[in-house]
């Protein structure tokens, strides 16, 4: 590698077009005045290149350094110079081995990130028990350079607190992503395995960085093709070019593929037949992709074939798959995501009634794929009342990267503080503390097998995401699968200085206004409680009239159930009893119009419109006036975000401009339907102050979008 001896250094000043390809490793040039001293702690790397783990840390690092420094450290055997950085384990490195670092406590994926003396100079080490490790490490050493941390003093360990941190992509083998938002699958199938576009080089480096170590690559409705020879060459593919990052492939499964693929007549998991072919097919797997990671199932819901179709349930069909997954060291990952269609009870309560029986009945290689709320994904829901009521099995996490509830790619919403809101809500199911991260670390109830997922927002959009901002859900969601309890500001300000600039004038105005802005989603769309108001199918703009249809749970009446006296869903002791789900101090304080925390009002309570909120207001009042502070945010934003021109690159800048318009056109209409509609149950005046909707209910009511993006097909 070229060492460039640049005179001419470039400041950090906003690049002329930047089109949010590179993600949060944009390797900027850093500014000006720390560049010497950045220098003198990179004057030359020690890392081995014998495996294709060890080769992409140190291309990575050669890549990052010298973008950031302007040059790239010298490349050399053995760590000499004061200022040396040397990467790798005790295996790959006699030089590391001899500094007698401990290691002990780094696991598998664990590394440390320490400033050291080798033969007396200062030196800084990147050491862990693996190849992976040590990426993880270099990631974290080039992370410290682009937020512009001091590199003296180093003391950094960090092990993962999950194991299993992977995206689940809702990708189609046509390439058509459900309820995606930047444009079609990344996964090119047709041009697989033949092809392999670059960029699932640089998705896995992404991914990596933040330490994603699998990737589910289809929908959770998926098609059995999937698991044929052909499919399976493609995904081989795409597990080669991931695997030196770390990054295990798995796919979802169609419970019914014996049939579909398989031409036997039945999928009872039970069936002698059923199970050999689950066998066969697992090792087939394997055999075609080495280091298969297990299969993710949707399974009884939403129409979905499972193990229900058979008389059997959720364990049976989940071990039946554990069993040919476990010889080869894989797992399963069930999802709690079920309503019947046949169960007429509140749809909140389903998942519960129908796992908590099974708790301790899984086998040991199964994980249950939980949502972090009881109904999909809303802008805010309560914990799900699973978390803390299977102590017996251990549970992950699944969140929601993409935006299906929370504005598409448009709208500005930072999802950190959704996330974090979620993990630290107290269970109580040990007594206090209880804490949902602890519930999903396994630190609660002792499990070892734990994890994390996220439904991706990732598509072939040149920016990744959709939109720059949704890139930081992607990012956030990564570091939080690693440590559940940092903190969501914490990783807003990374992004935003590995993203758009470390100058503080930079990030305080837009860490703050990230921090605000899911919130402000929740006041424009769904405030005090209420949930699932969304447009039919496509789940595009307010629709809190629509009823009728297949089923009444797909309705917004069903959740709303607004009518003269008030508004909200009763599942107090009163009505559908969904607080008795939550632990005893929780189900009282949750269950008590007076005492539950008024952001889950209307999730627990019907509420007349004269209730007395602890503003003083009525609620028909603070509805009005929540509406209407959520589009106040957007404004807000807009204006800091216009403020920053000059300061982020002109192409980025442009784009998150447009992007607020068309999320404060939107929020406007999302208040201005809302109102005009519950205005004709509560028949009240609009609170002084308060503008009236710009249009009559009947003009929203109007409103359709056959072609809005990402319905399910
Ligand atoms: C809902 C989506 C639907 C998914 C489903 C799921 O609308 O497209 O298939 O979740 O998680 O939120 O299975």
Do not use: C
């Amino acid at each position: 590698m070229a060492v460039l001896g640049l005179a001419l250094f470039l400041p950090t000043l906003p690049a002329a077009a930047e089109d949010g390809h590179d993600l949060w490793l944009r390797y900027l040039p850093v500014q000006e005045s720390r560049v010497a001293a950045y220098r003198a702690q990179a004057t030359e790397l020690a890392a081995a290149t014998a495996t294709p783990t060890q080769r992409v840390a140190r291309d990575e690092l050669l890549r990052g350094l010298q973008g950031l420094l302007g040059t790239a450290p010298a490349v050399v055997p053995k760590a000499g110079r004061a200022g040396a950085l040397l990467v790798g384990t005790p295996a790959s490195s006699p030089q590391l081995r001899a500094l007698k670092l401990d290691l002990s406590t780094l696991g598998e994926e664990g590394y440390l990130v320490r400033s050291v003396r080798i033969d007396g100079r200062a030196a800084t080490v990147v050491a862990a028990n693996t190849d992976v490790g040590a990426l993880y490490g270099a990631f974290h050493f080039l992370r410290l350079i682009q937020t512009a941390q001091p590199l003296d003093a180093l003391d950094i360990r960090e092990v993962p607190r999950t194991k299993v941190r992977v995206l689940n992509h809702w990708d189609n083998l046509d390439r058509y992503v459900e309820r995606g938002y930047a444009g079609e699958s990344i996964f090119d199938w047709h041009r697989l395995p033949g092809w392999k576009d670059p960029r699932y080089t640089d998705y896995a480096r992404a991914n990596a960085s933040i330490g994603i170590n699998g990737t589910v690559l289809n929908n959770v409705n998926t098609s059995a093709q999937m698991l044929t020879p052909m499919y399976l060459e493609k995904a081989a593919a795409l597990a080669e070019v991931f695997r030196p990052f770390g990054i295990k492939v798995y796919l979802s499964a169609r419970f019914s593929a014996p049939i579909e693929i398989g031409g036997l007549k039945t999928a009872d998991p039970l069936d002698p037949a059923v199970r050999r072919w689950w066998k066969a097919k697992t090792d087939e797997v394997y055999r075609i992709i080495p280091g298969f990671g297990g299969f993710l199932v949707k399974a009884n819901s939403e129409g979905q074939p499972g193990p229900q179709d058979y008389g059997r349930s959720h364990a049976d069909g989940a071990n039946m798959l554990a069993e040919a997954l476990a010889p080869h060291g894989g797992i399963v990952m069930w999802r709690a995501f079920v309503y019947s269609h046949e169960e007429p009870d509140d749809r909140a309560k389903q998942a519960y009634t129908e796992f908590v029986p099974y708790d301790g009945r899984f086998a040991p290689n199964v994980l249950v794929q939980v949502k972090n709320g009881a109904i999909d994904f809303q802008p805010r829901e309560p914990f799900h009342p699973l978390f803390g009521a299977m102590p017996e099995t251990p549970l992950m996490m699944e969140f929601q990267i993409t935006k299906e509830y929370l504005g598409f790619a448009t709208h500005l919403a930072y999802l950190a503080p959704m996330y974090e809101e979620a993990l630290r809500a107290d269970t109580h199911a040990s007594g206090p503390g209880s804490t949902v991260a602890r519930v999903v670390d396994g630190s609660l109830d002792g499990h070892a097998l734990t994890g994390m997922a996220g439904v991706a927002n990732i598509g072939v959009d040149r920016n990744w995401s959709g939109s720059h901002f949704d890139q930081a859900n992607w990012f956030a969601f990564g570091r939080l699968a690693w440590d559940p309890y940092l903190e969501a500001e914490a990783i807003a300000r990374d992004w935003v200085k590995m993203t758009f600039s470390t100058d503080p004038a930079v990030v305080d105005p837009v860490v703050a206004m990230m921090m605000g802005s899911r919130e402000a989603v929740v006041d424009y769309m769904t405030p005090l409680g209420l949930h699932h108001l969304m447009g039919r199918g496509h789940h595009y703009g307010p629709a809190p009239w629509v009823a009728g249809g297949p089923r009444a749970d797909w309705t917004s009446v069903y959740y709303h159930r607004a009518d003269a006296k008030g508004i909200g869903f009763d599942r107090s002791a009163t009505g559908s009893n969904a607080v008795a789900q939550y632990a005893p101090p929780l189900a009282a304080q949750f269950g008590d119009l007076s005492t539950v925390p008024e952001e889950f009002l209307l999730w627990f309570h019907h509420v007349p419109w004269d209730h007395r909120m602890a503003s003083g207001r009525t609620l028909w009042d603070e509805l009005v006036l929540r509406y209407g502070r959520g589009v106040d945010y957007v404004t807000g934003m807009r204006r800091t975000w216009d403020g920053l021109a000059g300061k982020i690159d002109p192409e980025r800048h442009a784009q998150v401009a447009a992007f607020l318009a068309i999320q404060e056109q939107e929020a406007q209409w999302w208040r201005d339907a809302s109102i005009a509609y519950f205005q004709t149950f509560s028949k009240r005046p609009l609170p002084a102050g308060a503008a009236p909707p710009a249009h009559d209910l009947e003009y929203y009511q109007a409103l359709q979008f056959p072609f809005a993006p990402g319905d399910g097909k």
